[in-house]
Nanobody, 128 residues
Framework: QVQLVESGGGLVQAGGSLRLSCAAS????????MGWFRQAPGKEREFVAS????????DYADSVKGRFTISRDNAKNRVHLQMNSLKSEDTAVYYC?????????????????????WGQGTQVTVSS
């Protein structure tokens, strides 16, 4: 069964850090672009960060640039999102996504429609 499973969410105070992980299984994802999205209560899901298959091309939403870092370990089929200097507005359910078909951009894609496999999400709550 091909699936993505997120972990690492939780409750943290503003200014703190969390590291999210996404474990991919059922196939190799070393050639897949990967992304993180989030959805806050009452809001649409939004792009957070993406990384191309080689790990050398990353992209970030302006709201997280300089605070979040996306990385991947292709040998372990994992993608991580290091989140520092967290703010209350970062509170959301965070989703890992994979584009299982080829992607040839310099960075991973931003659009939800570019991804065809999603995890179930992990809750991140930042208290002010």
């Amino acid at each position: 069964q091909v699936q993505l499973v997120e972990s690492g969410g939780g409750l943290v105070q503003a200014g703190g850090s969390l590291r999210l992980s996404c474990a991919a299984s059922g196939r190799t994802f070393s050639r897949s672009a990967m992304g993180w999205f989030r959805q806050a209560p009452g809001k649409e899901r939004e792009f957070v960060a993406s990384i191309r298959w080689g790990g050398d091309g990353t992209d970030y939403a302006d709201s997280v640039k300089g605070r979040f870092t996306i990385s991947r370990d292709n040998a372990k089929n994992r993608v991580h999102l290091q989140m520092n200097s967290l703010k209350s507005e970062d509170t959301a359910v965070y989703y890992c996504a994979a584009r299982t078909s080829g992607w040839f951009g310099n960075v991973g894609p931003r659009g939800e429609q570019r991804y065809d496999l999603w995890g179930q999400g992990t809750q991140v709550t930042v208290s002010s």
